[in-house]
């Protein structure tokens, strides 16, 4: 073997026993934390927060975002939600479809990459409850509705990297994941009284993660049936999600996403079922995406996180999001989204681009308590202001579940 033959072999030997050695440090981390379960019942909310966060933005950041979305989609399988929806007519036009998909996406991100004491989070949670208010108020959004839909966002994460990711989430990571989302119920004020352990509260973060499982199961196999509004508001979300791929693409893409629902769900929205065909180039493209990241990736540094938004306000203000779906909502006009790879892609795909159509989608920016649909923008801060208060009053950072 030449000299340069033996070189390039030795850099490949030490890069794989580095990838080996590092890749999966996070998880190891955490894990040394906790490495009991009668640890996990110590777990602070400050470390769930930096547990979940390091799995959105470096861990699994394809999969965490997606599992989301997936969530927010499920919920439309159940009538009582899809049938509100509907009648809020904010469906009738792809504009106004997705604006309400970005809008729905700041928020989340705005309280979930941000800490629970950080403002942006308690401004978050400040708007959401105040758009959600009117609607619980009129009776027109249950308890069971929103509880199964918190559910959901706990769930589809740890569902949806088991099923496509690398590695499954950890049980320290799930119990993290419980920890911060029993957090955030009670911040919008969610009653968990149909969990079995309300009463005698949780032995810790897994013990809830596995209790909501349970019940979320069970609702979902009492209110999730066919319902046409089920299938309009499905066929309009997966509109709005393909809106950039080039029209030749649509069939197939739509067929991979009818792949990647559960059969009740499938029912529920009556979407046809895939064929086995699809099915298992489904599971060609995810099963070699896992290989290739589990054994030849070095794990994504921090400094390279996935960003969904501006650290920081610019001097307006405003922030900015620096991803977008369909249309571009938000994000700031610049020299890479008007004439980089992604724009030229885009425009070939004949989709909207940063500074398209004036200021149509917003390149200003937004502020969190203009986010919302037009009739509301501006108004409830008399209303944000007492959840403020209310949320800074009481951010119990520490551990919710000491006393066991």
């Given amino acids: 073997m030449s000299m340069a033959g033996s070189y390039l072999l030795l850099c490949l030997l030490f890069y794989f026993i580095l990838q080996r050695r590092l890749r999966h440090r996070r998880r190891d981390a955490a894990v040394k934390r906790c ?3 009668e640890s996990y019942a110590s777990m602070t909310l400050d470390e769930a927060f930096h547990i979940q966060s390091k799995l959105a933005e470096v861990e699994f950041p394809t999969v965490f975002p997606c599992s989301i979305f997936s969530a927010l989609f499920k919920t439309y399988g159940i009538p009582s939600i899809s049938e509100l929806l509907v009648a809020t007519g904010q469906l009738a036009r792809d504009d106004t479809a997705s604006k309400r998909a970005a ?3 700041v928020i989340l991100t705005e309280v979930v990459l941000h800490h629970p004491s950080n403002p942006r989070a308690i401004d978050g949670i400040a708007r959401m409850n105040y758009l959600h208010k009117r609607y619980r108020k009129a009776g027109k959004i249950s308890d069971h509705g929103m509880l199964y839909t918190l559910s959901l966002l706990v769930l589809e994460p740890i569902r949806w990297t088991t099923h496509y990711e690398w590695r499954e989430v950890s049980e320290v990571e799930r119990c993290a994941m419980g920890v911060y989302w029993q957090w955030m119920g009670e911040a919008m004020e969610i009653s968990f009284k149909a969990l ?7 032995r810790d973060g897994l013990h809830f993660s596995d209790e909501f499982e349970a019940w979320s199961r069970g609702y979902e196999s009492a209110h999730m049936v066919p319902a046409e509004s089920n299938e309009t508001v499905a066929n309009g ?3 709005i999600a393909l809106t950039n791929l080039p029209r030749s693409l649509y069939s197939l893409a739509h067929a991979f996403v009818a792949a990647l629902l559960e059969p009740r769900l499938q029912e529920a929205m009556r979407i046809a079922e895939p064929t086995s065909l699809t099915v298992f180039m489904l599971n060609l493209v995810v099963q070699g995406r896992k290989m290739i990241i589990r054994h030849l990736f070095l794990p994504r540094p921090q400094i390279l996180r996935k960003r969904r938004f501006t650290d920081e306000p610019d001097a307006a203000g405003r922030i900015h999001s620096v991803q977008f779906v369909a249309h571009p909502w938000y994000v ?3 020299f ?5 790879i992604k724009a030229l892609l885009l425009r070939l795909a004949g989709g909207k681009l940063p500074g398209d159509d004036g200021d149509n989608y917003r390149p200003e920016g937004y502020k969190i308590p203009e986010i919302g649909p037009e009739t509301l923008k501006g108004k409830g801060s008399v209303e944000m202001e007492g959840e403020r208060a209310r949320l800074s009053a009481n951010p119990r950072l520490g551990c919710p579940f000491s006393r066991w």
């Fill in 35 to 37: 490495p009991t379960r």
């Fill in 103 to 105: 809008d729905t996406g």
């Fill in 196 to 202: 079995p352990s309300f009463e005698d509260d949780w």
């Fill in 237 to 239: 979300t997966i509109k």
């Fill in 332 to 334: 700031k006009p610049s």
């Fill in 336 to 340: 890479s989204w008007r004439y980089g």
